[in-house]
């Protein structure tokens, strides 16, 4: 194992692309409400750095709700092709504009009008008010950029331990611990 968790996510992470069939970089995040009740759900971690992980979403999903209350998170990246998992905790914090800007800019045309009609996590009445909502801001854009939603951006989570887990025979798995220590990253092992 690396000694740093970020260039060791990154070795796993290309072995996991060139691997897995579909979505290699869908991971569950979790969050926790200011009452203390956890949720989670999928998402794309769309980038990666030594400061954090990024996906985006629209600012008025309850997983935004649950972050403007306890930013606290955590999330769990699980490859049946390589029968590893990595599990990350740690706070989360919104990516600035222009991260989020260029990121917006990059999706398809459909996801960018997604992006607009969707109230995420809103109740929906019938989908024809969605298709009708779709429709709606596809006319709205249809002969210019379209300009990411002041209510859409990314989260960015920013890690103070990670677990790598390597599936092993007779079920004796490797765990290798990482947790923060001021600026140094210390790593230790768990038992199965």
């Known amino acids: 194992m690396d000694a740093d968790p970020f260039a060791q996510f990154s070795v796993w992470f ?13 991971v569950s995040v979790a969050s926790v409400d200011g009452s203390g009740r956890p949720t989670i759900r999928m998402v794309l971690m769309r980038e990666f750095d030594n400061r954090g992980f990024v996906f985006y979403t629209n600012l008025k999903s309850r997983k935004a709700d649950n972050f403007s209350q306890n930013p606290a998170a955590a999330m769990c990246f ?3 092709s390589t029968a590893r998992q990595i ?8 990516v600035n504009d222009r991260n989020a800007d260029q990121y917006f800019a990059s999706r398809p045309r459909e996801s960018q009008i997604g992006a ?12 024809e008010i969605l298709e ?3 429709l709606e801001f596809d006319n709205r854009y249809a002969n210019e950029p379209i300009p990411r939603p ?3 951006s990314g ?9 790598f887990w390597d599936k092993r025979p007779f079920r004796l798995h ?3 611990v990482y947790s923060r220590d001021d600026d140094r990253w210390m790593l230790t092992k768990l038992q199965p």
Do not use: C, M, T
């Open 174 to 176: 490797d765990r290798s």
């Open 78 to 80: 699980h490859w049946k």
């Open 116 to 127: 607009w009609a969707s109230k995420q996590s809103q109740l929906l009445e019938n989908r």
């Open 14 to 26: 290309d072995q996991a692309k060139n691997s897995e069939p579909s979505d290699h970089d869908a």
């Open 150 to 152: 002041p209510f859409w």
């Open 87 to 94: 599990r990350i905790e740690g706070l989360v914090e919104i």
């Open 155 to 163: 989260y960015r989570l920013i890690p103070d331990h990670f677990e």
């Open 132 to 134: 009708a909502r779709y």
